[in-house]
């Protein structure tokens, strides 16, 4: 880590703080983000979200390192150690807001492309 990303990353934070001082304190980010696609730069936190992700996508150049099950280390051994996956089917009850928020979602996906 350069002094140079420590820079950044001390100045992401002071301005992620700011942007968050800057919401509405009922601001709710499942129902006041963007769900639908729409403009967010109204939302403070969020723009400034995007202006650090554009960053660092430049200095990657769009390169990232990705991991998946198979990554193996130089000598050839596994680098994830996980158990087999267990798939198990349960029952959740969701609260009332969950389902507004998901019959709001659902609705607006259909009204945008139905």
């Not at 990303?5 to 002071?14: G, L, M, N, Q, R």
């Not at 969020?46 to 130089?74: G, H, P, Y």
């Not at 996956?85 to 259909?110: M, P, Q, S, Y």
């Amino acid at each position: 880590m350069s002094e140079t990303a420590w820079i950044e990353e001390k100045d992401d934070t002071a301005n992620l703080r700011k942007a968050k001082r800057e919401l509405p304190e009922d601001y709710d980010p499942l129902l006041d983000s963007d769900v639908a696609g729409e403009d967010d730069g109204d939302d403070p936190l969020r723009v400034c979200q995007m202006k650090i992700v554009a960053r660092m996508k430049t200095q990657f150049e769009d390169r990232v390192i990705r991991r998946s099950l198979d990554s193996v280390d130089w000598r050839g051994h596994q680098l994830l150690n996980l158990p087999e996956c267990k798939i198990v089917h349960g029952r959740l009850d969701l609260t009332e807001r969950e389902l507004k928020i998901i019959n709001d979602i659902a609705r607006e996906i259909k009204e945008k492309y139905v």
